[in-house]
């Protein structure tokens, strides 16, 4: 099952292509046919956001076809058929959108994580640290904290949690960065570090069942009885079909 922040960010990176939408000049197409494009591209990537994938679709194919040279409409469109396991469709369009615009951060971005989560970590590491460094990268965040994670599939946590940290620094209160130091910081023993991430995280958004399982182990190994406890009934009570409820045994009677 794959994390809730995992999703969130993936999420959060397609539904910020709506306000940053350009007509694509020098592609044949009249004025009329590239509004409405964007226009079709904003309601495909606001039911993306509310999961509503067959319209997602539906709209996002109507924004191709009245202008099949925008790269945003390619990027939405890999990023719907990623979420429904195409990932051949999704790899096409990704590569498609940065054809089309070479230097797009969100494009580097999307498809540098796309690679990582599949393993193709040379190639994804190079878009993401990319995107990371442009310098009209309005959210280099994103895409620092995408490079972390996937150092840490790498086997690179040193690396990763300078990539976290980088982000922390870009925008501090950057849930899915803060999510990341906590795990790190709790599996180098840095227990404290660990609590102190997740406090910041529960000031700017709700627990995760990865937020609760770290926050539940690291007042274990301080010795925390009752907060340990807390979290253990928070976790079973929010989320008690995840990975996380599942490797934690139940309160004994």
């Given at each position: 099952m794959q994390p809730e922040s995992s999703k969130a960010i993936k999420i959060v990176s397609v539904i910020l292509l709506a306000s940053a939408l350009s007509a694509c000049a020098g592609t044949g197409k009249s004025a009329k046919d590239r509004e409405s494009a964007d226009v079709y591209l904003q309601l495909g990537v606001r039911y993306l956001g509310l999961n509503k994938l067959e319209l997602a679709k539906e709209n996002l194919l109507m924004a191709l076809k009245k202008d099949s040279h925008n790269a945003k409409v390619h990027n939405a469109l890999a990023f719907l058929y990623e979420k429904i396991n195409l990932y051949?469709?999704?790899?096409?369009?990704?590569?498609?959108?940065?054809?089309?615009?070479?230097?797009?951060?969100?494009?580097?971005n999307n498809y540098g994580r796309f690679l990582c989560e599949r393993g193709q970590f040379e190639e994804g590491v190079a878009l993401?640290?990319?995107?990371?460094?442009?310098?009209?990268?309005?959210?280099?965040?994103?895409?620092?904290?995408?490079?972390?994670?996937?150092?840490?599939?790498?086997?690179?946590?040193?690396?990763?949690?300078?990539?976290?940290?980088?982000?922390?620094?870009?925008?501090?209160?950057?849930?899915?960065?803060?999510?990341?130091?906590?795990?790190?910081?709790?599996?180098?023993?840095?227990?404290?570090?660990?609590?102190?991430?997740?406090?910041?995280?529960?000031?700017?958004?709700?627990?995760?069942?990865?937020?609760?399982w770290y926050a539940m182990q690291t007042e274990r190994a301080l010795g925390n009885r009752e907060p340990a406890e807390d979290y253990r009934q928070q976790l079973f009570e929010k989320f008690p079909f995840s990975d996380e409820a599942k490797k934690t045994k139940p309160a004994q009677r």
């Open positions: 051949d469709d999704a790899r096409e369009h990704y590569e498609t959108a940065l054809d089309l615009a070479p230097d797009d951060s969100g494009g580097q993401l640290s990319r995107a990371a460094a442009m310098p009209l990268n309005e959210r280099p965040w994103m895409a620092l904290t995408n490079l972390g994670r996937c150092q840490v599939s790498m086997g690179q946590p040193q690396e990763a949690a300078v990539s976290f940290r980088k982000a922390l620094e870009a925008h501090a209160a950057y849930a899915p960065a803060l999510l990341e130091m906590q795990k790190i910081s709790y599996k180098n023993g840095e227990f404290w570090a660990a609590k102190g991430y997740f406090q910041r995280y529960t000031n700017i958004a709700p627990p995760t069942s990865e937020t609760l």
